[in-house]
């Protein structure tokens, strides 16, 4: 019997939230492989706010997925055939900008067999070691440009690169406040990523907390959500402060224009840094990332949690967890069984 893939494929647009009927799930028969190419199995999908930006008819830093195409999605997977000298079967890799896909036939060119590092799980690769490390570690250390005694505020603090922003910090001998959206997430933060301070936007006065956690003002702000938590600290940032802007995550569903910020001209009163990054940007310096990362992780510098959901099926529903504030850490999909190490 004949081995059928199955993909995740755009049938129409979303308007403000994800629903049923906006992606179909299919199966389809393998294609062979060409010379130079892999087949992959997809181990651990990766569920990010930018597939729902992916899916929107707008201009971004990518083309959309177009109307019947495979979803656009990073993971991590096994080789199952190789006709590429450099890969062999078995071989763990990166997909990069692949599709929620079970197989997947990609150029051998385009991948790299992943090390197993002993003491470090397959997940890290996803998260620490994966692009939302990287996105952590490049935009807090190239834009950011930390201090050690200076302020830092990462709003969604709990998710895969705020809780890697807030380490990488106090790494570097700052004070860090994270914005996260649920007691559990903010114990999390302070008892075992090691923040200063952690504020519950959902339950306390952000404005409030912020001045009672940054008396001296906020020297970064590492921004993942955009809207009124950014205004608020936006409006309590120092003369020469630093905004990485990563996400505006808060916006994303939306179906009418956002307003705002609010506070902008503030940047302006503050000589404020303001400096929007994609982690592409940083393809090429991705070694030197994981480099260090790696290390910090395995002196145990580094902690990190992962969120996963069982099967491909239940790929699009999870997504919501991004926007509704459910994830703690990396969000991914358990799509198949990894090889024993």
């Not at 179909?24 to 199995?41: D, W």
């Not at 990166?94 to 036939?105: E, I, K, Q, V």
């Not at 030197?288 to 790696?294: D, H, N, P, V, Y």
């Given at each position: 019997?004949?081995?059928?893939?199955?993909?995740?494929?755009?049938?129409?647009?979303?308007?403000?939230?994800?629903?049923?009927?906006?992606?179909?799930?299919?199966?389809?028969?393998?294609?062979?492989?060409?010379?130079?190419?892999?087949?992959?199995?997809?181990?651990?999908?990766?569920?990010?706010?930018?597939?729902?930006?992916?899916?929107?008819?707008?201009?971004?830093?990518?083309?959309?997925?177009?109307?019947?195409?495979?979803?656009?999605?990073?993971?991590?997977?096994?080789?199952?055939?190789s006709r590429f000298d450099g890969l062999k079967e078995g071989d763990?890799?990166?997909?990069?900008?692949?599709?929620?896909?079970?197989?997947?036939?990609?150029?051998?060119?385009?991948?790299?067999?992943?090390?197993?590092?002993?003491?470090?799980?397959?997940?890290?690769?996803?998260?620490?070691?994966?692009?939302?490390?990287?996105?952590?570690?490049?935009?807090?250390?190239?834009?950011?440009?930390?201090?050690?005694?200076?302020?830092?505020?990462?709003?969604?603090?709990?998710?895969?690169?705020?809780?890697?922003?807030?380490?990488?910090?106090?790494?570097?001998?700052?004070?860090?406040?994270?914005?996260?959206?649920?007691?559990?997430?903010?114990?999390?933060?302070?008892?075992?990523?090691?923040?200063?301070?952690?504020?519950?936007?959902?339950?306390?006065?952000?404005?409030?907390?912020?001045?009672?956690?940054?008396?001296?003002?906020?020297?970064?702000?590492?921004?993942?959500?955009?809207?009124?938590?950014?205004?608020?600290?936006?409006?309590?940032?120092?003369?020469?402060?630093?905004?990485?802007?990563?996400?505006?995550?808060?916006?994303?569903?939306?179906?009418?224009?956002?307003?705002?910020?609010?506070?902008?001209?503030?940047?302006?009163?503050?000589?404020?840094?303001?400096?929007?990054?994609?982690?592409?940007?940083?393809?090429?310096?991705?070694?030197?990332?994981?480099?260090?990362?790696?290390?910090?992780?395995?002196?145990?510098?580094?902690?990190?949690?992962?969120?996963?959901?069982?099967?491909?099926?239940?790929?699009?529903?999870?997504?919501?967890?991004?926007?509704?504030?459910?994830?703690?850490?990396?969000?991914?999909?358990?799509?198949?069984?990894?090889?024993?190490?």
């Amino acid at each position: 019997m004949t081995e059928m893939n199955k993909s995740w494929v755009l049938r129409q647009r979303p308007v403000g939230d994800l629903k049923e009927g906006d992606l179909e799930l299919v199966e389809s028969p393998l294609v062979p492989l060409e010379e130079g190419e892999v087949r992959t199995r997809l181990i651990y999908l990766s569920l990010d706010p930018t597939n729902r930006i992916w899916m929107s008819d707008v201009d971004g830093y990518l083309p959309p997925v177009g109307i019947g195409d495979a979803m656009r999605g990073g993971g991590l997977a096994v080789v199952t055939e190789s006709r590429f000298d450099g890969l062999k079967e078995g071989d763990i890799v990166n997909t990069g900008l692949g599709t929620w896909s079970l197989y997947s036939n990609l150029p051998g060119s385009s991948l790299n067999a992943l090390p197993r590092l002993p003491g470090v799980p397959l997940t890290a690769y996803m998260g620490p070691l994966g692009a939302t490390g990287m996105t952590a570690y490049f935009g807090l250390m190239d834009i950011g440009k930390p201090k050690a005694g200076e302020t830092v505020v990462v709003s969604a603090a709990a998710g895969a690169v705020g809780s890697m922003v807030g380490q990488i910090a106090k790494i570097q001998g700052c004070r860090v406040v994270g914005i996260a959206g649920s007691d559990e997430k903010c114990k999390w933060l302070t008892e075992t990523a090691g923040f200063d301070a952690a504020i519950n936007y959902k339950t306390e006065d952000v404005g409030a907390a912020l001045d009672k956690h940054c008396p001296d003002g906020i020297d970064i702000n590492f921004e993942n959500v955009g809207g009124k938590i950014m205004d608020q600290v936006i409006a309590r940032l120092n003369d020469f402060s630093r905004m990485p802007l990563c996400g505006l995550i808060s916006t994303y569903n939306a179906t009418d224009p956002v307003p705002g910020p609010y506070n902008f001209s503030n940047l302006l009163m503050r000589r404020t840094l303001l400096k929007g990054f994609i982690v592409i940007d940083y393809f090429p310096r991705f070694p030197e990332g994981i480099q260090q990362m790696a290390q910090w992780l395995m002196a145990g510098k580094i902690k990190f949690e992962t969120d996963i959901v069982d099967g491909l099926e239940n790929a699009p529903a999870s997504l919501s967890r991004l926007f509704e504030g459910k994830n703690l850490g990396k969000l991914m999909v358990q799509v198949s069984e990894p090889p024993a190490a």
